[in-house]
Each structure stands twice: as structure tokens, then as C-alpha cells.
């Protein structure tokens, strides 16, 4: 016996002795890589802002809302036709936290109508964002970390009385709590309680496997004594509340409390029920067994026992208990954990990034990035992606693919990407990668050139659409035609641009110059075109987002913006760390007055223009400017159009490069106008400050009489009217005999 014991002594003296030392220095240096979160745009409301019901419940099934009769816990809702009541989550910004609060949202017409809380009007609202999603470090773990005093009290208590009732007096192992956990299972002849310790637990969950042996049972329970005896109880209290494991979504793991409030029921932790408290810590023994989502027979029934103990415990009265019993599982229909809900946008969002942070530099490192994604518009956008595709495919000709980005014209912000006719494409980018001759979509930025000279070229300023042989470098020669194969003679250059006739565009643009059309698109969207005369007519490989770059100056009325995808990045406490929504600066006079000219030729092109079947199809009302564009042989068709506050620009091909048989307005221009059938947005009204209207002559740069025959209305830069006036006969007839006078 005494040599057993001290052979016993002998061994087991120096494992303790060298258990104790690790155990002490891994549990005193414990950290977590809490990932970091990728968020959409927050929706904000405003009275008049264009919204409809349809994209209002998109955004909220994005953020994960629940739809409910009387929407009391934030991130539930109501809906009664157009009237929203809404119980919105807290979130933090950029601006800084915005509270929990329900609010009144009445729609109608399309817009926002009134914003109430209780009695009170409010100016505007925001809802919390989409997660869209995750950046993991080295393990796949979701986890968000919380002190112990940001726990609710009735979570604390009711962990303890279900999992370790003898937690505040035990050093580790509780012998007590072995023997009433196997009277309690035997007498209800299934497992009702554990019979480990919350710091076993622990143990088992950080250091050691799951494995049923006799050895690693008896490591778990001299760990647990180790850690007991020199951490304090509140230490390995937070440290278990953010290690226990409580559910998977295919390979990434959710740990800790807070973590499982928002995966499984879409809310913080101070805004769980007491019925949701008992379902969380009663999935505890065993997440995949009493899965609410899976199996939600075996989770009621174990959310009722937990009721049960925190009745029995004194933790909750009897009124509480029948009534968290009688509800239904409050749990979100899916999980919130995204590793890349669209990869497309998220390409953009790199992109950014990397400006600013290494590759690795965010992954698990408990950041939140803010994104300037509508999801409502993202998956309107693919829908009908795929959906025009499918539509617009012809037999015999390879598949057709598209790209599309959409953006704000008033902050620069990109709203939504596609880049693949399959949405989970994460292979070819199209929309920021694709180079592809973008047609007549330059012309615009000729007659840009041109009307940022008032002096000498307006609207009505007349050229000739003619044959034209231009001389190239190498005794080359370059002969220019239309589309349709005719010359069109003397033209205003409102319907060359409106029309898109392809001699007069590039009469304009050498005179203006095409070293100035190259420089204009170096500065507006930082590419890289050689100054050929082809250049007048597009013949230049851009990819869509270089496109709509260049388009956002026009749409923003002369505004450079710089687009942009991610709004800023918050620290793991909230607090902004890096803001990338600077203003931009203001625009030159001379540049919006020239851009709200082409803004209204534009909108003559939707009207009665190459994009004339825009205007027809319903979508009068946005008066839209738009300008459609189609590479040689029809290989490419473009759309690039806008509204008063969103541009879209589209294009379809396809991979082979091969004829599609389709031109701007009858491939790309569907889906744009498509598009804008689902998306909320306001008619473009162009700002004339700065702008007057007269009527020109029929066949000279000259103002006449509104009665003259073949008179037209044109805009003008104000103070820059044509100097000569014709009036015609029947006018100068009425005014020799004072029929015009007042009697």
C-alpha cells in the first residue's frame, strides 16, 4: 500500500504540478477571433421618399423581421396594406447609436407618406442593416463577446439552474449536484440535468474532446479544479458565457450567448423573452438535438422543462411561467450567419478595403463593415437578371450573360452589382472585370464637351449629318455612317445626340477635340482611352462600373463622385474607425449647367429617341434620361439611363463574343427597364437655374414667334440666346395690324 502511494504521489505529483502551469497560463492569456460582420445599407425612411410596400417588407425580411400581429420586440413588424408598425433593433452607425424604438410607417403613391412614434412625427427613421457577410479568421467560429454585467440577470440564474445549481459554492466539481442530477434523471427516467459543472464544461469545450473515456473524464475534472482554484467565479462565468456552443450553420459554429441571441432569434440579449432565455440554455445540452428550426417538437418540449426549473428555482412566477409556455418558438425562419451572401458586390467591396487594410487584416477581427448595399434593390436586380436572360435568349446563339450596377446619384453610393447571370457566380466578375467596346454610350460626353462652351454651341446649334472621310496616321482613312445607312443633312445638335447619329457626333467632336473627349473620361472615371477619331463613336473597352462612373457626373449634375461601396468601419465597441463618406467637392458652374443639357437632350431620347421604347412601356413617369449603346455586329448592348435618384447602367453578351442579334434598346434597355419597375425610385426633374427656354427658327440658328411654322422650344444657358430673330410673315402680318394689340 505505501508503495503504491508513493508511486502514486510520484507521478501524479508532477502532472499536477505541470498541468496546473499550463492550464494557469492558457485560461489567464484566453482570447477569442470574434469575426468580422459585412453589413448592408441601414434603410433609411424619409416623408416623401420613394418606397413601396413590396420593397419595404424585402428590407425587412433581409435584416430578418418577423412578421407578427402586434410587433412588440424589436425586429418583429405588422403589416396593414400600406400601414407598417414596425419594432426596430438598436444598432450603432457611423453617426453613432440609433435606439430601439416602434414606429408608424404610412405608404402610398409609391412614397413614404408620414413617420409617427406614438404621437409624434418624425423626420426620418432607420432601420438596422442586413448582415451580408462574414470575415472568419483561422477558425469558422461566429462569436460576439459580452461582459458578464451585459448579460440579463434572469439568463445568468437560469444557466446556473439548469446546468450547475451548486456553481457559487463548488472548486470545480460538484459531488452534490453528480448525486441530485442522477436521482432527478432517475426518477423522470430520461436526462433532465447534467451532471458536470459549468467550469467542466469549460474545460471540455476549450481544451479537451468530447470523447467518452475514463481519462479524459478525469483530466476534465483536475482542469476544472485548477481553474477553480486560481480564477474567480465571475472570470469563468463571462469565459463559459462566451465559449458554450450553441448551433451550426454548415461549417461555421455559433459560441456564446450573444452570438445565439441573434442567430437563433434575431435579437440582443436584453431583448430575449423569458421564454426565449429558457429555449437558448435548454439547446445547451444538446444544439443539434433540440433545434428549433429542425426538430421543433424536441425544442418545445425541452424549452418547457427549463420553464419548469426556473419555476421550481423561483426564478420566474407561476403567471410567467404558463404564459412563456403557452407561446409559440420565436425563433428567425433561417440563421443570420452569412459568408458571402453576394459575391459580386462583395469583389467591390475588397476592392476598397485593400486601399486602407492588408487581406487579413479584418478577418476575426471583431470589425463591422459598413456597406452601402440595399438588399431590397440587390435582389431585384438578379431576379431580373435571370429572368430577361431567359427571355431575351435566342436558339442558336451561345448563352447570353449581363452585368449590371446600380447607384445613388446623390451620395455616389453603389446599391447593387451583378456580374453574373447566376447570382452564387463566384467566379468572373462582369460588372467590374469585363472590358467591352461600349458603342454610342461616349456620345453624351461629346456633346458635354461641346455645350461647356456656351459661346459657340447650344441644343439648337445646327451641324451636318453627312458623309465625312476622315485622314488616320499610316495613309489610313476613316469614313463614318449611321446606323440606319443614311445621312440626315442639317441638324440641330439635340436630335444628332437624341437620335444618335453617328456623322454628326463626330463632326462635333473634332472640333472639340478628342484629346478633350480622352482627357474628360480620365478625369470622370480615371480611363485610359488613346485619342483616336473611333473614339467619338465608343470605340474604347470599358467595363460596366467604368461606365457608370463616368455616367454618375451627368446624373449627379456635373458632380465628380467617386463610387464607393463600403460607408465606413466601426471598431469592436461601435465607434467609427475609418469613414470613407467624406463629401464630395462641390461642382463648377460651367459643369452642372453643361450636365443638366445633356440630362434634358436624355430625356428626349427616352421620349422620342433611340430609347423611345422606355418612354412606352409604362415607365413614362420617371422621365428618365437614357442612352443605349451597341458595339459592331451587335456583340455588346448597353443601357445607361437615370433617374432623380438612382443610375443604372446594364450590359448583355455574352462570353464568346459572338453576335447576340440584340442592340441597346432591345437587350440591355429591358432589363434596365425592368429593373425600375421594382425599384423604388423618384422621376428625374432637371434643375433649369442657371437655364432659359426659347423658340429657334425652323432652319436658322434664330429665335421666332411660338407660331411660326416648324418653330421649336430649346434650352439655352441663360444670357447665351441666339443674337438674330426671324419672325415669320404670319407674325409680323398680325403685328402690322395690331392684331396682337389690347383693346
Not at 431576379?383 to 451620395?411: I, Y
Not at 456656351?454 to 482613312?477: E, H, K, Q
Not at 423604388?680 to 429657334?696: F, K, Q, S
Request: with cysteine.
Amino acid at each position: 500500500m505505501l508503495l503504491g502511494l508513493g508511486l502514486g504521489i510520484g507521478f501524479l505529483g508532477p502532472y499536477v504540478w505541470i498541468a496546473d502551469r499550463q492550464v494557469r497560463a492558457a485560461f489567464g492569456r484566453l482570447t477569442w477571433q470574434v469575426p468580422t460582420r459585412v453589413l448592408a445599407q441601414p434603410l433609411e425612411l424619409l416623408p416623401e421618399g420613394a418606397m413601396t410596400p413590396e420593397t419595404l417588407e424585402a428590407e425587412l425580411a433581409a435584416s430578418r423581421y418577423m412578421k407578427v400581429d402586434a410587433p412588440r420586440r424589436p425586429g418583429s413588424y405588422a403589416r396593414q396594406g400600406g400601414k407598417f408598425t414596425i419594432a426596430t433593433r438598436g444598432f450603432s452607425d457611423l453617426d453613432g447609436a440609433w435606439p430601439a424604438q416602434q414606429v408608424a410607417v404610412t405608404l402610398g403613391g409609391g412614397r413614404v407618406r408620414s413617420i409617427r412614434s406614438g404621437d409624434r412625427a418624425l423626420a426620418r427613421v432607420r432601420l438596422d442593416p442586413a448582415r451580408i457577410a462574414t470575415l472568419y479568421g483561422e477558425t469558422q467560429e461566429e462569436r460576439r463577446l459580452v461582459r458578464l454585467e451585459d448579460v440579463p440577470p434572469l439568463l445568468v440564474t437560469t444557466l446556473q439552474a439548469v446546468e450547475d445549481r451548486g456553481f457559487k459554492h463548488h472548486r470545480g466539481i460538484d459531488w452534490r449536484g453528480i448525486l441530485r442530477a442522477a436521482w432527478v434523471n432517475l426518477r423522470h427516467g430520461e436526462l433532465r440535468q447534467g451532471a458536470s459543472t459549468l467550469t467542466q464544461q469549460l474545460v471540455r469545450n476549450l481544451y479537451l474532446t468530447r470523447e467518452q473515456r475514463l481519462g479524459r473524464k478525469l483530466r476534465e475534472m483536475l482542469y476544472a479544479v485548477i481553474i477553480e482554484a486560481r480564477f474567480d467565479k465571475r472570470t469563468i462565468l463571462e469565459a463559459y458565457l462566451n465559449e458554450v456552443y450553441l448551433g451550426q450553420q454548415g461549417s461555421q459554429a455559433v459560441h456564446g450567448v450573444a452570438a445565439g441571441a441573434d442567430f437563433w432569434f434575431g435579437r440582443e440579449l436584453d431583448q430575449l423573452s423569458e421564454s426565449d432565455i429558457a429555449l437558448l440554455v435548454g439547446m445547451i445540452q444538446g444544439p443539434s438535438l433540440h433545434d428549433p428550426r429542425r426538430k421543433p417538437e424536441s425544442a418545445l418540449k425541452r424549452r418547457n422543462v427549463v420553464l419548469g426549473q426556473m419555476l421550481e428555482t423561483g426564478l420566474i412566477t407561476q403567471a410567467v411561467h404558463d404564459a412563456a409556455r403557452s407561446r409559440p418558438l420565436a425563433v428567425t425562419p433561417a440563421g443570420s450567419l452569412s459568408r458571402n451572401r453576394y459575391p459580386a458586390f462583395m469583389a467591390l467591396v475588397r476592392d476598397q478595403l485593400q486601399r486602407d487594410y492588408a487581406p487579413d487584416a479584418l478577418r476575426g477581427a471583431g470589425l463591422t463593415v459598413l456597406t452601402t448595399l440595399s438588399p431590397s434593390a440587390q435582389n431585384a436586380a438578379e431576379r431580373v437578371v435571370a429572368g430577361q436572360l431567359a427571355a431575351l435568349e435566342q436558339k442558336g446563339r451561345p448563352a447570353l450573360q449581363a452585368a449590371l450596377v446600380l447607384t445613388d446619384t446623390r451620395q455616389g453610393e453603389i446599391l447593387a452589382v451583378v456580374g453574373a447571370r447566376d447570382r452564387n457566380d463566384h467566379g468572373f466578375n462582369r460588372a467590374l472585370d469585363a472590358r467591352r467596346p461600349v458603342g454610342s454610350l461616349l456620345k453624351p460626353f461629346v456633346y458635354l464637351l461641346a455645350l461647356a462652351q456656351p459661346g459657340r454651341y447650344a441644343l439648337a446649334t445646327r451641324v451636318d449629318d453627312a458623309p465625312l472621310t476622315l485622314r488616320l496616321p499610316g495613309n489610313r482613312s476613316w469614313s463614318p455612317e449611321n446606323v440606319d445607312g443614311r445621312s440626315h443633312g442639317r441638324v440641330t445638335l439635340r436630335d444628332a445626340l437624341v437620335r444618335s447619329y453617328n456623322q454628326a457626333t463626330v463632326r462635333i467632336g473634332m472640333e472639340v477635340g478628342v484629346e478633350r473627349l480622352a482627357r474628360l473620361l480620365g478625369v470622370l472615371a480615371a480611363i485610359d482611352a488613346t485619342p483616336n477619331p473611333s473614339l467619338l463613336l465608343g470605340a474604347v473597352d470599358l467595363s460596366p462600373l467604368q461606365v457608370t462612373q463616368a455616367y454618375q457626373f451627368l446624373a449627379s449634375s456635373g458632380q465628380i463622385q467617386p463610387l464607393r461601396a463600403v460607408r465606413g468601419v466601426l471598431d469592436p465597441d461601435g465607434a467609427p474607425l475609418q469613414r470613407y463618406d467624406a463629401a464630395p467637392a462641390p461642382p463648377q458652374r460651367g459643369d452642372t449647367i453643361a450636365a443638366r443639357l445633356v440630362s434634358l437632350a436624355l430625356q428626349d431620347a427616352v421620349r422620342e429617341g433611340t430609347a423611345r421604347a422606355l418612354g412606352t412601356s409604362g415607365l413614362a413617369w420617371l422621365d428618365a434620361a437614357g442612352k443605349t449603346g451597341t458595339s459592331n455586329d451587335s456583340r455588346d448592348s448597353w443601357f445607361a439611363g437615370y433617374t432623380d435618384a438612382h443610375l443604372a447602367v446594364v450590359w448583355v453578351g455574352n462570353d464568346a463574343n459572338q453576335p447576340t442579334g440584340l442592340f441597346g434598346s432591345t437587350g440591355a434597355m429591358k432589363i434596365w427597364g425592368e429593373l425600375f419597375a421594382h425599384v423604388p425610385t423618384l422621376p428625374l426633374a432637371v434643375d433649369e437655374d442657371g437655364l432659359e427656354w426659347a423658340y429657334v427658327d425652323a432652319e436658322e440658328f434664330a429665335l421666332t414667334d411660338p407660331e411660326c411654322p416648324g418653330a421649336q422650344r430649346f434650352v439655352f444657358v441663360a444670357g447665351a440666346l441666339p443674337v438674330e430673330t426671324r419672325h415669320c410673315r404670319l407674325a409680323q402680318l398680325r403685328q402690322w395690324f395690331g392684331a396682337g394689340e389690347e383693346r
